[in-house]
């Protein structure tokens, strides 16, 4: 279970950190909200611990920002106990909120509810020009014709269709689909998006996945 932590007060991310970790969680911790930003964009996380009161970019606007895309659970932190700053971040898409200071059993009852409750029901099935993917029976068409995949080159496909139209990275894509971090070797990317496209794109005319130079992959049908 990876979680994000966005505080800006280096004591508090520190001791948060510290304690999520004890208790078995990834932990990576933005010191402000662009940073906050930032890391939500590259990776996936379970749940997100949001300081309100961040510099520049603040916890308001960040959760607004999350909630465009994500529908990963929000626990915010805030410094007063008060009713229209708890009624604005339940109205902007957070799932709980703490106010400081707190105890750490307390900030881990609340995450693990919180974890627990997990995330809304997933999509079953995609559907781009006329390539179908059906999740839940691992079953691939392209123009009605069935393709077989391997796990991998599933699981590949799924995270592109998943993000449509964004550009991923080779490394968000390593880390996504072999658990990995290939710093040093992206090549293998390169290598199961080769083969991917060899059954999903080459023998069609309407190309699905496109290269993006010096940053990576994308799955678009309007690219
Ligand atoms: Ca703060």
Known sequence: MRILVVEDEAKTADYLHKGLSESGYLVEVALNGMDGQHLVQESEFDLIILDVMLPGLDGWQLLQIIRRKWQTPVLFLTARDAVEDRVKGLELGADDYLVKPFSYAELLARVR?????????????????????????????????????TNKEFALLHLLLSREGEVLSRTLIASHVWQMNFDSDTNVVDVAVRRLRAKVDDPFSLKLIHTVRGMGYMLDAHP
């Open 113 to 149: 509810t919180l974890l627990r409750r997990g995330p809304p029901r997933e999509v079953e099935q995609f559907v781009v020009a006329d390539l179908h993917v059906d999740l839940l029976k691992r079953k691939v068409t392209r123009a009605g014709e069935r393709l077989n995949l």
